[in-house]
């Protein structure tokens, strides 16, 4: 609209020139006679070169219109045709000034009712014909927004709320003419609101209000108010990122809540409902609000955008609607929190006036800017706001300074207000676990200094945000209007640069990257259920499972991950091997093309259920092996557990035999050796090189071992690739069932994908599986009863160790499954699962910015006796639903395969594979465990931090 405005202004511009010489010198000492009638008041005002006004005059049809229950534009016309001549001749007697003395005329050619801006320009033009004065074009906004700097000292740039009974917007003045919409009203305007309601609630028949617009009646009949609480009313766009306004959504359901009480109370004709100061509080309230909120995006915008200085934070608050002063003071708190000065015209400026048309006259007139001498008929009314532009910019990035806005401002949900008002959202928010904290923290916040918002937990308190705090309507109680969090989540203190990583370091740090675990346990303690860490990036771990599950619940269309940055940085410069980084590293939509290819085959129950067979045969030799070899408990029982998945993985995958048990691959310079090895050296660095960078600039130590590795694997899944494809180019393999050979067969997947996820599996399916079965016969090696109870349970589903094991059994055996789910929640494969992300989201009353890489810590939380019994200890039953012990344990609180469309794509093929693995181990051995307490080593993944020495009796039975 305004930039529209600018493009005709541009036009007019060059009207002015010749002109320009003959008034150089009046130009100083000018006089400006200034017109309005865009609507229902006609104004007139002069005013001299420095803003004094020497006459003005106003008249409303205000009280006409009131008893039409309307503005009707042709009446509005009527009344401006009547009295247009007689306002601007009393403002000259006023003036006591004369045609002569007037430099120029200016008046509102947009935007406003048509009828009623025609009679202005008409009337205008005459008196530029009849007393040869130029004309200066003015937009009634742009007026409004002006006119602050009459009385103020305000330079431009400045931000301005206009806020009226026709327009509703944000914009940046830079200039006199130029403007920059930042948002504004997609429907009604807040003053058209008022006006509706007052006249629906019929507020004109209490004699006091009789005579006022709806606005003002509205805010005289809040303040009138007794219970602030009796209405809820919805505040508009809580999830639009914009800075635009909607006012619709609000009267309607003002329209409704009065209807409901009109019902109630069975009011007819004249009468009022007995809690309309009450519905009118809420709606002053809820307004005041929302337009508090989509002020500060437009703040955030600004600052994040460099837009207004330091200096220049100043916010010009206009139009009849700024009249009202609880809007005005609740904006005025904003302002002093984010550092602006507010300035609002005295209220008879706010509203529509000559004044300010005036003004704007002068202020276009001392920099000759659209100034029209000559053909003045080029000029014409722009009733109607036509493409209107509003800066798309800031709708894209309000937040990325880390502030909120956009979403509705809700107190942390656990929040005990000091003066027990209740907000408006508080009661709808479900109470978080307030014992789920080690001091037992019942959590509260307090008001310091009446603004900041303090989060307590234990003995720590943290500012989390600021509460725009103001005097009520009511007996002047201070209460808490909006809550504006800002990414103030606790967590160690963080320094430039190196953010929180200090805590990390060897000689410094308390924390150590192989013991994440252990720093992410301290981390709660003293920080809670959420805890913001900054080791380079924006970190936030979250523990507790209803927030985990918020997070998973965001609607992502490719959730994204960050890790394996080194590894997909190393897989990307060698194009000729690959495509992409991988299943692992990606994010996107390259990331979902590989994943939805691979997915059936890998995860389908039916495609799993097709090797249970084979594994079970490999798994029969490897007892036979261990019978054979009585492997003792002083070897690392690990070690076999590489070989054993190593050799089921190289069958299901690739329809490979490695025979890593034979004599000659024992060698460590044996083919199975060394894949088992380059696994490990892949894994064991992502992380550290996840959270270094010096990697970037050379090739460190780590990044070598991950590159050989890489390098050897890739070397391994080439040749069975070359040598499968030679094959089936001379005859199909009837009896092969690999995942390889349903992959060669896709559609859009080249061999450089299948090189990829080729060295994937062998990466994620070795030492995942070694390492989780390694736990699971940890915990069942000292819980003897347990191991019988699975001994029990196979026997009773009719197996042997001589019969097959088929999928149904698999399926039917409860018992196994719930042992190994009770494993992988004491020890899951990763402490979390990560999550980049993509939109900006609330937690706890917490603004988190997009970006941020959340880690959801359920390992710690799966050890907290808020969300498990009994928690360290090894009980399988929790699991059972027919089983006494049996717990409704959050779905959300272990998640060791992930969670969604980024799960362990293999979870089923693994989970089955350590099942058949546990149940023939079990059926032939009493197992013992012969070493000391099992911690963990946080790699990527989680290693047992030492042997797994194990004793294996065969059971005599
Ligand atoms: O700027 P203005 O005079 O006319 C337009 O350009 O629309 O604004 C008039 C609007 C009316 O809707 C009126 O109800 C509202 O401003 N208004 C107020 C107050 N005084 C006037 N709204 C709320 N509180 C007030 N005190
Ligand atoms: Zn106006």
Not at 127 to 152: D, W
Not at 251 to 266: A, C, D, G, N, P
Not at 640 to 663: C, H, M, T
């Amino acid at each position: 609209m305004i930039l529209s405005l600018l493009k005709h202004h541009k036009l007019s511009r060059n009207f002015t020139k010749p002109f320009e010489i003959s008034l150089v010198t009046s130009r100083n000492c000018a006089k400006i006679l200034g017109i309005e009638t865009s609507c229902d008041d006609t104004g007139c005002a002069i005013i001299n070169e420095k803003g004094d006004i020497l006459g003005e005059t106003l008249h409303s049809q205000n009280l006409i219109h009131l008893r039409y229950g309307g503005i009707i534009p042709d009446v509005a016309q009527d009344l401006h045709r009547k009295y247009i001549e007689p306002t601007v001749h009393k403002t000259l007697e006023l003036a006591q000034l004369n045609w002569l003395d007037i430099a120029a005329i200016a008046v509102t050619l947009e935007p406003g009712l048509p009828l009623s801006l025609a009679i202005g320009m008409k009337y205008a033009k005459h008196l530029s014909r009849k007393y040869n004065k130029p004309l200066i074009p003015v937009h009634h906004m742009e007026a409004h927004a002006l006119v602050a700097r009459m009385q103020h000292n305000i330079s431009f740039p400045y931000l301005t709320l206009l806020i009226s009974g026709g327009h509703c917007l944000l914009a940046l003045v830079q200039g006199v003419n130029k403007f920059q919409l930042l948002g504004q009203s997609i429907d009604c305007a807040p003053g058209e609101v008022f006006d509706k309601v007052a006249r629906r609630m019929k507020l004109r028949n209490i004699p006091e209000y009789s005579q006022l617009c709806g606005g003002r009646a509205v805010e005289m009949a809040a303040s009138k108010a007794t219970d602030l609480n009796l209405f809820q009313l919805p505040l508009p766009l809580v999830d639009h990122k914009d800075c635009n306004f909607s006012f619709n959504g609000l009267k309607t359901s003002v329209m409704y809540q009065l209807f409901r009480k009109e019902k109630e109370h069975s009011i007819e004709a004249d009468k009022l409902i007995p809690e309309a100061n009450d519905l009118c509080a809420a709606l002053l309230m809820t307004t005041s609000r929302h337009l508090v909120h989509r002020t500060q995006r437009a703040m955030d915008f600004c600052h994040n955008n460099n837009l207004l200085p330091d200096e220049k934070k100043q916010l010009v608050v206009s139009g009849g609607v700024a009249c009202n002063n609880y809007i005005f003071n609740t904006l005025t708190e904003l302002c002093n929190e984010f550092d602006y000065k507010i300035y609002r015209p005295e209220p008879k400026l706010c509203t529509d006036n000559g004044v300010m048309i005036a003004w704007n006259g002068l202020e276009k007139w001392q920099r000759n800017i659209d100034v029209v001498s000559k053909n003045i008929n080029s000029l014409d009314i722009k009733a109607i706001n036509v493409d209107t532009e509003v800066d798309n910019r800031a709708e894209v990035r309000v937040l990325a300074g880390g502030t909120l806005g956009s979403t509705s401002p809700t107190l942390p949900p656990d929040v005990v207000e000091p003066w027990g008002s209740s907000h408006g959202e508080l009661s709808r928010l479900p109470h978080s676990p307030g014992d789920a904290t080690p001091s037992g923290g019942y959590r509260q916040v307090s008001f310091r200094k009446s603004k900041k918002l303090y989060y307590r937990e234990g003995e720590q308190q943290f500012q989390v945000g600021v509460g725009i705090v103001h005097k009520s309507l009511v007996n002047n109680i201070v209460r808490v209007e909006s809550v504006i969090t800002k990414f103030l989540v606790p967590g160690p203190k963080s320094y430039p640069i190196i953010g929180t990583l200090y805590k990390y370091w060897q000689l410094l740090g308390d924390y150590d990257t192989e013991a994440i675990d252990k720093a992410a346990w301290l981390n709660w303690r003293k920080y809670g259920g959420l805890v913001k860490e900054e080791p380079g990036i924006r970190l936030l771990h979250v523990y507790e499972p209803q927030l985990i599950e918020s997070v998973f619940r965001q609607k992502e269309r490719y959730p994204a991950r960050r890790s394996h940055v080194a590894m997909h940085h190393y897989r990307l410069s060698k194009p000729q091997v690959y495509n992409t980084g991988g299943l692992l590293s990606t994010n996107g939509p390259d990331w979902w093309r590989i994943r939805s290819a691979f997915q059936k085959n890998f995860s389908s129950p039916q495609n799993a259920k097709q090797y249970v067979q084979e594994v079970d045969n490999i798994v029969k030799r490897f007892i036979q092996w261990i019978h054979h070899n009585k492997p003792s408990h002083h070897d690392d029982f690990l070690q076999y557990l590489n070989r054993l998945y190593l050799e089921i993985i190289g069958k299901i995958a690739f329809n490979e035999e490695f025979q890593s048990f034979s004599p000659h691959e024992q060698d460590h310079k044996s083919r199975s050796s060394k894949i088992i090895a380059a696994a490990f050296g892949s894994n064991s660095g992502i992380m550290k090189l996840d959270n270094g960078i010096m990697w970037r600039f050379l090739k460190t130590p780590l990044y070598r071992t991950l590159s050989k590795s890489q390098e050897y694997l890739e070397k391994i899944c080439m040749e069975i690739l070359l040598n499968r494809i030679t094959f089936y180019e001379k005859e199909k393999d009837e009896t092969d069932k690999s995942l390889l050979d349903s992959f060669i067969r896709l559609p859009n997947i080249d061999l450089r994908d299948l090189t990829g996820i080729m060295v994937d599996i062998l990466m994620a399916a070795i030492d995942t599986t070694s390492y989780t079965t390694s736990f699971a016969l940890y915990h069942l090696a000292r819980n003897q009863e347990c191991q019988d109870n699975i001994f029990n349970e196979v026997l009773s589903l009719h197996s042997t160790e001589e019969n097959e094991l088929t999928a149904d059994l698999l399926s039917n055996a409860v018992y196994v499954r719930s042992c190994l789910k009770e494993s992988l929640r004491l020890n899951p494969v990763s402490i979390g699962v990560g999550r980049i992300l993509q939109n900006d989201m609330i937690l706890k009353g917490f603004m988190i910015p997009k970006g941020t890489v959340v880690v959801t810590q359920n390992m710690v939380a799966s050890r907290l006796p808020q969300y498990v019994n009994d928690p360290l200890r090894f009980k399988p039953e929790r699991w059972i639903r027919d089983s006494e012990q049996f717990e409704n344990i959050h779905p959300y609180l272990s998640l060791p395969f992930g969670f969604g469309p980024r799960s362990c794509i293999a979870r089923r093929l693994a989970e089955q594979n350590m099942c058949i693995t546990l149940i023939r181990l079990i059926q032939k051995y009493k197992i013992t465990w012969m070493g000391g307490e099992l911690g963990i080593k946080t790699l990527l993944i989680n290693k047992p931090d030492q042997p797994i020495s194990l004793s294996f009796t065969p059971r005599t039975t």
